[in-house]
């Protein structure tokens, strides 16, 4: 009985380390989105990644003597995109845009497929063309959309994404809004990827404000205090780690009979 008794300490202590072990992967994944908001912080039209923790079963303890098992679980850490607003800022540049609604500026990538960004810090290249400060095609409502570079008149932005450059047309700014944002995936420099299910359609709720940019909505003071946060945890379920694992060492070698 005393062997059984001291196996089940050692499986129940097993289980302790899975779980310290499962909170600190889930901290430093908290730690890894902190990072991320930090440097997304400075790009405009980013948005911020929030953590959130829940718990998962991950199996059954074993039973004492004279009881039933019960199950135990171990906590997960999972991450969701903030599409709060952001604060618009006046930069007087008359190819800086920014949107006012659920809106994103839709981008030709290089392999030819479309991203969506709230980053308007737009650009002409040597062609004329409009693009992104990575070089990427601003598209419009009929494809891409260019300047003529020797026409000296200004280029105007309408509310509604119209674009001309002083009497010449030249077209409407594509806004895509979605009908599902939990379908859009995080790619690199502030730019979002649509899922089968994002549901695009153009925009109807959404105005474009020229000479202005959308900053990120991710706070670098929030961002800040959260890393301190995880950091703590993560400090404290390592301690708990060990605790466990000196226990279990001691329990092992009481077993065995050796010192």
Do not use: C
């Amino acid at each position: 009985m005393r062997l059984a008794w001291s196996l089940l300490i050692v499986r129940r202590m097993d289980v302790s380390l899975y779980s310290a072990a499962a909170a600190m992967n889930a901290t430093e994944r908290w730690q890894d989105l902190v990072a991320d908001n930090l440097s997304a912080s400075a790009v405009p039209g980013s948005r911020q990644q929030e953590i959130s923790f829940s718990a998962v079963q991950a199996g059954l303890s074993d039973a004492t003597p004279g009881s039933a098992g019960s199950s135990y679980v171990i906590p997960f850490a999972g991450a969701a995109t903030n599409f709060k607003q952001g604060e618009m800022k006046s930069t007087g540049g008359n190819l800086d845009m920014a949107v006012e609604g659920p809106g994103f500026f839709t981008v030709q990538m290089p392999d030819g497929s479309k991203a969506y960004t709230r980053n308007g810090e737009f650009q002409l290249n040597s062609q004329g063309q409009l693009t992104t400060k990575q070089g990427y095609p601003v598209l419009s409502d009929s494809g891409t959309m260019g300047f003529d570079p020797n026409n000296p008149a200004p280029i105007n932005i309408s509310a509604d994404g119209d674009v001309s450059q002083g009497q010449d047309i030249k077209g409407k700014i594509s806004i895509t809004e979605f009908g599902n944002l939990k379908a859009l995936t995080v790619s690199n420099g502030g730019y979002f990827r649509a899922g089968t299910t994002a549901a695009a359609k153009p925009a109807t709720s959404t105005n474009v404000r020229q000479g202005f940019v959308e900053e990120s909505n991710a706070s670098p003071t929030l961002a800040m205090a959260s890393l301190l946060t995880s950091m703590r945890m993560f400090e404290s379920n390592q301690k708990v780690m060990q605790m466990q694992s000196d226990r279990m060492t001691k329990a092992i070698t009481d077993l065995s009979g050796t010192s």
